[in-house]
């Protein structure tokens, strides 16, 4: 079982719709997770950092369930320029090594 | 957050032939971290970088086909030797945010884009 798993999408959603997606990890013990946007053949941008008890941005909330070792982020009111790939990332040691998922595609479609 | 450069942006290179890729940052962190992207793929973490110690190689990482120098808290390089096509990739460094260690988030460099021949 890989240590982070993302369903790969790609997710299509109509412009100003809501799209929701999660990432499950395999360690109990991971402590900070977060969620990067990659646009296409560019860096990873962090997007948000998931806290315990959940955080919201704007239109992305960000949801953490410890119990199902997994987390969420949803979009709502979704835009055009929110087409891209999400990176959910969990710290795996002290060191704050990072594992990556794979990544979800979301294509916003007018 | 820091701002991250690296150097070359892009290159082609024959193989058999090595490649060192620069990673400055606008301040001084703690943790360097370089990790490879492979066409359609996720980024997977090559080593990480502390100054003044070796690096720590992830599993199935080497030091011999990707040494790596991190001279003082603001640089680092890799180095990608006797490179195969299979090396063709995106390399990028990322450092912790200076401010905000605690919560361990990585910021990235715009990476750089190797095609082996």
């Known amino acids: 079982r890989k240590e982070v798993e993302q369903d790969p999408g790609p997710f299509n959603v109509p412009e100003g719709a809501t799209v929701a997606f999660n990432c499950t990890y395999s360690?109990?013990?991971?402590?900070?997770f977060f969620w990067y946007r990659q646009d296409c053949r560019k860096e990873p941008k962090l997007l948000m950092s998931?806290?315990?008890s959940g955080n919201e941005d704007g239109r992305f909330t960000a949801q953490l369930n410890r119990a199902s070792q997994y987390i969420s982020l949803l979009i709502r009111d979704s835009k055009l320029s929110d087409s891209a790939t999400y990176l959910c990332?969990?710290?795996?040691?002290?060191?704050?090594?990072?594992?990556f998922g794979a990544g979800t595609q979301v294509v916003v479609t007018p | 957050s820091a701002v991250i450069s690296q150097k070359p942006s892009r290159d082609i290179c024959q193989r058999g032939t090595s490649l060192t890729i620069q990673c400055q940052v606008d301040?001084?962190?703690?943790?360097m971290f370089w990790y490879r992207q492979q066409p359609g793929q996720s980024l997977t973490l090559i080593a990480t970088a502390n100054q003044g110690s070796e690096a720590t190689y992830e599993s199935g990482f080497v030091i011999d086909k990707f040494p790596i120098s991190r001279p003082n808290l603001t640089f680092s390089t890799l180095t990608v030797s006797n490179m195969s096509p299979e090396d063709s990739s995106i390399y990028l460094c990322s450092v912790e945010d200076p401010l905000r260690t605690s919560y361990n988030e990585q910021f990235f460099g715009p990476g750089t884009r190797l095609t082996v021949l």
């Open positions: 990332a969990v710290v795996t040691d002290s060191w704050g090594k990072l594992q």
């Open positions: 360690n109990s013990a991971s402590q900070s």
């Open positions: 998931v806290y315990s």
């Open positions: 301040s001084q962190v703690t943790m």
